[in-house]
């Protein structure tokens, strides 16, 4: 008699090697800011927050890349995954490929100007010194005024009809 292997069973902490649980536990950190370390060995190679775009499986042409814009997590980038919850009830994520590691945590919490706590939110791009322009596409031999598309107010073949109805009082 031959009986399937039973679930794993973790409280608060563990090390998940099966991409099903590695997908679960990330999931959270998807549409976040989150701080992260790269390690190789015990050396710190980089560090940054980033803003996580999207956590990718069963595709392993697609890369896992870490930018202040940006972060793509592919868990077939990774053997496997340690979390621990932190006193503060958030979860560290550790991303493991032989001696590299990717640490990853929940931005932390900043003060604004009045010195009110101010959470985790995606980067803003500034777009106050830029100019929306849109520009028609006017073939050299289309003068202004004899574009293909009419005015529907000027081109109206019974502007009458759209007149106000006459005064029937008396």
Same mark, same amino acid.
């Given at each position: 008699?031959? %009986? ?9 902490? =563990?090390? +998940?090697? %099966? ?10 950190? !998807?549409?976040?800011? +989150? ?8 050396? !710190? ?8 775009? @999207? ?5 392993? *042409? ?25 006193? &503060? ?11 590299? @590691? ?9 003060? *604004? ?15 106050? /010194? ?8 006017? =073939? ?10 009419? &005015?529907?107010?000027?081109? *109206? ?9 006459? *005064?029937?009082? /008396?």
């Amino acid at each position: 008699m031959s %009986s399937a292997p039973t679930a794993k069973f973790f409280v608060n902490q =563990g090390v +998940v090697s %099966s991409r099903v649980d590695m997908q679960n536990l990330l999931r959270p950190l !998807l549409k976040q800011t +989150v701080s992260y370390r790269y390690q190789r060995g015990r050396e !710190l190679i980089a560090h940054g927050t980033g803003w996580v775009e @999207r956590i990718v499986t069963d595709d392993p *042409d697609s890369s896992t890349y870490f930018t202040p814009i940006s972060i793509s997590l592919n868990v077939d980038s990774f053997e496997h995954l340690e979390f621990d919850t932190r006193p &503060d009830q958030l979860l560290v994520y550790t991303l493991v490929q032989g001696d590299e @590691r990717v640490i990853i945590e929940y931005a932390p919490l900043t003060t *604004d100007a009045d010195g009110g706590l101010v959470g985790a939110r995606q980067l803003e791009f500034d777009t106050s /010194g830029f100019v929306q322009m849109e520009l028609q596409g006017l =073939g050299a031999d289309d003068p202004v005024g004899d574009s293909p598309v009419g &005015d529907p107010v000027m081109d *109206d073949p019974e502007p009458a009809a759209r007149t106000t109805e006459p *005064d029937t009082e /008396g």
